[in-house]
């Protein structure tokens, strides 16, 4: 069984810098595309950012120049450094990825629980 376990989230102030991980866990062979979505009260579900295995990365316009998606393939993680916060990022962050498990030859696309980042005075 693979479990995605999110953590760093948290209250930080307008302007401040919060670094969100993501661990996969499990019987894993390989995992190919890793994202970062969120959630806003009231809203659908965006997705963020979205790094391959290789490293090629795409983001949201919202968060252009300010959000850093990256993964350390080592370690099955993968991270989000969000610089110059602002109040509208206020979201559950959740993580998601397709895996491939030692037992079969598809992947499978896996979410993470979410954590909270709260962005106020």
């Known amino acids: 069984q693979v479990q995605l376990v999110e953590s760093g989230g948290g209250l930080v102030q307008p302007g401040g810098s919060l670094r969100l991980s993501c661990a996969a866990s499990g019987s894993i062979f390989r995992i190919v595309g890793m994202r970062w979505y969120r959630q806003a009260p009231g809203k659908q579900r965006e997705l963020v950012a979205v790094?391959?295995?290789?490293?090629?990365?795409n983001y949201a316009d919202s968060v252009k120049g300010r959000f850093t998606i990256s993964r350390d393939n080592a370690k099955n993680t993968v991270y989000l450094q969000m610089n110059s916060l602002k109040p509208e990022d206020t979201a559950v962050y959740y993580c998601n990825a397709d895996i491939q498990t030692a037992r079969t030859t598809s992947l499978t696309n896996y979410w993470g629980q979410g954590t909270q980042v709260t962005v106020s005075l």
């Open positions: 790094i391959s295995t290789g490293g090629n990365t």
